[in-house]
């Protein structure tokens, strides 16, 4: 008995040690994988309209501050906002950049999100258009009541980039409520098929436009509408016929001004999509 005193030291010693070998040999938990969304996920329709891609934007905080307002002439113009299937604006009329809707809006995806832009209406004066700015970054989206507007929003530091957007359109659910710059008019171009038109509504002065679709070809835009065509109307050019339903990435240029992005062909419907300044 007059030995514990030194037995019972050891015994806790040689306990802890043990515990600590345990712990060191129990294998390390592995880090939790983070979800990235490496390519677009806008849906390809919205409450039933189309969804027309009509660009991409990087923005460095997916914490944004985001700002609405008529692009152009003020003329009635009633919008719906949706950013990936929330609506963030629900149907409000348009003022004018002094006067713009302002909206905090955190961009939950990592790498790709989007934006959509719904019409009401078309204003007094067709389509309806608007400016978007995320955290000061402009863009204009426009639409009518036949198809929506959209854009990819890709949060950075993900090595995700605008560039690779082009490999898919989405695949999300029909959700929310979008709209675009262009709008189906429609018509198709043949079962299977279907038709797009690049359009301007006013005079840019700078030539004739030279239109060009990835895998397609080229047309040249060289007059204006007053009001948004029809594909069947081959006036002032920036035709493409009988394509084939999908996503197809175009560029467009005159001597003072150029543009970029990406469009989508839906099966027996005509598209348009207005460039603007």
């Given at each position: 008995m007059k030995n514990l005193k030194y037995?019972?030291?050891?015994?806790?010693?040689?306990?802890?040690?043990?515990?600590?070998?345990?712990?060191?040999?129990?294998p390390t938990r592995e880090e939790e994988e983070i979800?990235?969304?490496?390519?677009?996920?806008?849906?390809?329709?919205t409450n039933g309209r189309p969804n027309n891609v009509l660009g991409c934007i990087e923005i460095n905080s997916r914490i944004t501050t985001i700002e609405v307002w008529d692009h152009g002439?003020?003329?009635?113009?009633?919008?719906?906002?949706?950013?990936?299937?929330?609506?963030?604006?629900?149907?409000?009329?348009?003022?004018?950049?002094?006067?713009?809707?302002?909206?905090?809006?955190d961009f939950s995806n990592n790498g790709f999100n989007f934006v959509t832009l719904y019409a009401h209406n078309l204003g007094d004066i067709p389509p309806n258009t608007c400016t978007i700015a995320i955290n000061g970054e402009e863009f204009v989206l426009a639409a009518n009541q036949e198809a929506n507007g959209a854009i990819n929003v890709v949060v950075t530091g993900y090595d995700v980039f605008c560039s690779d957007a082009d490999g898919n359109n989405g695949g999300g659910d029909d959700d929310g409520g979008g709209n675009d710059d262009g709008g189906g008019n429609g018509d198709g171009g043949g079962s299977g098929k279907g038709?797009?038109?690049?359009?301007?509504?006013?005079?840019?002065?700078?030539?004739n436009i030279s239109v060009t679709v990835e895998g397609v070809g080229s047309s040249t835009i060289n007059g204006y509408f007053t009001t948004t065509p029809d594909c069947s109307n081959t006036n002032a050019g920036g035709n493409f016929n009988n394509l084939s339903p999908g996503n197809y990435s175009f560029s467009a240029n005159c001597t003072d001004y150029s543009w970029s992005g990406s469009m989508t062909v839906t099966e027996d419907v005509c598209t348009t999509l207005r460039l603007t300044l």
């Open positions: 037995v019972l030291p050891l015994f806790l010693l040689f306990a802890l040690v043990f515990v600590s070998c345990e712990e060191e040999e129990s979800e990235v969304n490496t390519t677009s996920i806008i849906p390809s329709t002439q003020i003329d009635g113009d009633i919008v719906s906002i949706i950013a990936n299937n929330e609506r963030i604006i629900d149907e409000q009329v348009l003022d004018g950049p002094n006067n713009p809707i302002v909206v905090d809006y038709d797009f038109k690049f359009w301007i509504g006013e005079d840019f002065g700078c030539g």
